[in-house]
């Protein structure tokens, strides 16, 4: 009975002893496996930031050896472009009015302080659709015949502020893929003449050219795309707003019919 409650002893001291040096391994283990953990961490970082390095300066070497006769056109050609589509896309974006609101608030107006008070409420309200609001209500004495033809008159004119340059954008769009083709070319001609001049059929010849060839190329085809993200961006609000204001049109002669006939009664 003793020696068998000896060794449940000694079993039980051993289990324990066990588990404590189990424990002090899994500790002894837990800093270093955060420092592994913490480089491979960095490691990746690393990595993720040279490669987002490396993208740029291989873009930014590829621009330069693209040569900087035709790749400065190019470039031009985006810088102007985008400048031009950003212009017109704040300009589109402060145009844009609420016409349901605005044709609201312009009857109210017209049915409690007359046609001062509606002209008014347009002066108040920016966009093309108070515009032409404003100058309908301006002709609203003479009838609603002569209002709606200043209304459409005046719809001729908006239309013309809200394309205004957006030309130029789709101007860009078709020059720099053709100047990156002209690049493509002129580098070809460029390397049929090494080989000409060199009078052998060599790889290193011809290699530089048709590299730059290939750049403009490239390059012209990324800006063309660039610019026409922005120009059917600009031609949809465009359409939008061009809506809006005949719809806006339609209405705001149904206002002065119904106003008219009111003072008739």
Same mark, same amino acid.
């Given at each position: 009975?003793?020696?068998? +409650?000896?060794?449940?002893?000694?079993? $039980?001291?051993?289990a324990f002893g066990a588990e404590n040096v189990n424990a002090s391994n899994n500790v002894n283990a837990l800093p270093a496996t955060i420092v592994n953990f913490t480089q491979d961490e960095n490691q990746v970082a690393e990595e993720m930031e040279t490669e @987002?390095?490396?993208?740029?300066?291989?873009?930014?070497?590829? +621009?330069?050896?693209?040569?900087?006769?035709?790749?400065?056109?190019?470039? &031009?050609?985006?810088?102007?472009? %985008?400048?031009?589509a950003i212009e017109r896309i704040i300009y589109l974006n402060l145009a844009t009015t609420n016409t349901k609101k605005l044709s609201q608030d312009v009857e109210d107006a017209l049915n409690t302080g007359g046609i001062e008070a509606a002209k008014e409420v347009c002066r108040n309200t920016s966009g093309?659709?108070?515009?032409? +609001?404003?100058?309908? &209500? *301006?002709?609203?004495?003479?009838?609603? @015949?002569?209002?709606?033809?200043?209304?459409?008159?005046?719809?001729?004119?908006?239309?013309?502020?809200?394309?205004?340059?957006?030309?130029w954008v789709s101007l860009f769009i078709a020059i720099a893929p053709m100047l990156g083709f002209?690049? $493509?070319v002129i580098g070809m001609i460029e390397a049929f003449d090494r080989i000409e001049a060199a009078g052998d059929m060599q790889?290193?010849?011809?290699?530089?050219?048709?590299?730059i060839a290939l750049l403009t190329t490239v390059f012209g %085809?990324?800006?063309?795309?660039? %610019?026409?993200? +922005?120009?059917?961006?600009?031609?949809?609000?465009? *359409?939008?707003i061009v809506n809006d204001m005949e719809d806006a049109s339609i209405t705001l002669i149904d206002i002065l019919v119904d106003y008219k006939n009111k003072r008739r009664v």
């Open positions: 009975m003793k020696r068998l +409650f000896s060794i449940l002893v000694i079993a $039980t001291i051993m @987002e390095v490396g993208f740029h300066q291989e873009l930014k070497r590829r +621009f330069i050896e693209g040569g900087p006769g035709f790749m400065g056109i190019v470039l &031009l050609s985006l810088i102007l472009g %985008l400048a031009i093309p659709v108070a515009s032409i +609001f404003y100058q309908g &209500l *301006d002709r609203a004495e003479e009838g609603p @015949e002569a209002a709606e033809k200043a209304v459409v008159a005046y719809g001729g004119v908006q239309m013309g502020q809200l394309e205004k340059n957006v030309s002209m690049g $493509t790889p290193s010849l011809v290699a530089g050219g048709i590299k %085809l990324i800006v063309a795309i660039i %610019l026409q993200i +922005f120009y059917n961006y600009i031609i949809a609000k465009i *359409d939008r």
